[in-house]
């Protein structure tokens, strides 16, 4: 399955236009989609509508969750904490291909020891604020690459060990 740029992209390639109108999406002509077309866009619609909204809203809205494409084919996955704009993305990313993507679900807690690392990373980085605290703390929840890069940032910083 394509992710939702590359979908409007195809839609396009075959003369389909796809446009948000609130949290509906419509397509014109609609007599052109294909029961492929219509299977990948139901299970893209959460992407496809945050990618044309916020392409459609100049100032874009706040977005935690992003996908940053490089032209050489490396991707990120970037999570904001506070929200970023597309506009802001952008400049932090120039000569990247920048979307939004949907926030993954929060997964269970984490193990007291993976809470007390996070905490002294944070503690470490001088990070103060609840809020923040707590967001980093629901990013690690919601990827477990994160959790895993947090315990190597803990290492690298003296702050733990990796269980012998």
């Not at 916020?54 to 506070?82: F, H, K």
């Not at 990313?93 to 905490?119: I, M």
């Not at 919601?142 to 012998?164: H, K, S």
Request: glycine residues 6%.
């Amino acid at each position: 399955m394509q992710n939702a740029a590359a979908l409007l992209d195809t839609l396009a390639a075959d003369g389909i236009q796809l446009t948000a109108d609130g949290d509906r999406l419509v397509a014109v002509p609609s007599g052109r989609l294909t029961d492929a077309h219509r299977a990948e866009i139901r299970a893209l619609k959460p992407e496809l509508l945050a990618l044309l909204q916020s392409a459609n809203d100049g100032e874009s809205t706040p977005q935690r969750c992003w996908l940053v494409r490089y032209p050489d084919g490396r991707e990120l996955s970037i999570t904001r904490s506070p929200p970023a704009t597309l506009a802001e993305m952008q400049a932090d990313y120039p000569g990247a291909e920048v979307q939004p993507e949907p926030e993954p679900p929060l997964g269970p807690p984490l193990s007291p020891n993976a809470q007390a690392v996070a905490e002294a990373l944070l503690d470490h980085w001088g990070e103060s604020d609840p809020t923040t605290r707590a967001e980093y703390i629901d990013g690690l929840r919601r990827n477990p690459e994160c959790l895993r890069q947090c315990f190597d940032a803990a290492v690298a910083a003296c702050l733990a060990r990796w269980p012998e």
